[in-house]
Nanobody, 127 residues
């Protein structure tokens, strides 16, 4: 599976952005997809993930209420709607995917289980 993330850019604090990640080269029915981010000088951080089969989601507790993950089955694309952006949200945002063996595998925040990673898209929030 190949992943192509887009939608990053420069935004003022308080603003919004929507990231997209288009998947190709595979059937996503048993996949999990989602987002991690890495700020300068910091470790990679889990943001949110979605299970393709039923749309179930898991998100970082610290980002709930501001970030929302969704998917478009017809386009094999996931989105990350980011609202009320703050300077600490500045980071490189990565799209990732995990192939599983069944439709009901539990979603995880653990980066190591995701087999496919796209190039990041940079989000810069100016204060």
């Amino acid at each position: 599976v190949q992943l192509q993330a887009s939608g990053g850019g420069l935004v003022q604090a308080g603003g919004s952005l929507r990231l997209s990640c288009a998947a190709s080269g595979g059937t996503l029915s048993k996949y999990h997809m989602g987002w991690f981010r890495q700020a300068p000088g910091k470790e990679r951080e889990f943001v949110s993930a979605i299970r393709w089969s039923d749309g179930d989601t898991v998100s970082s507790n610290s980002l709930k209420g501001r970030f929302t993950i969704s998917k478009d089955n017809a386009k094999d694309t996931i989105y990350l709607q980011m609202n009320s952006l703050q300077s600490e949200d500045t980071a490189l945002y990565y799209c990732e995917a995990r192939s599983t063996r069944s439709f009901r595998v539990t979603l995880t925040r653990e980066a190591s289980v995701y087999q496919y990673w796209g190039r990041g898209t940079l989000v810069t929030v100016s204060s």
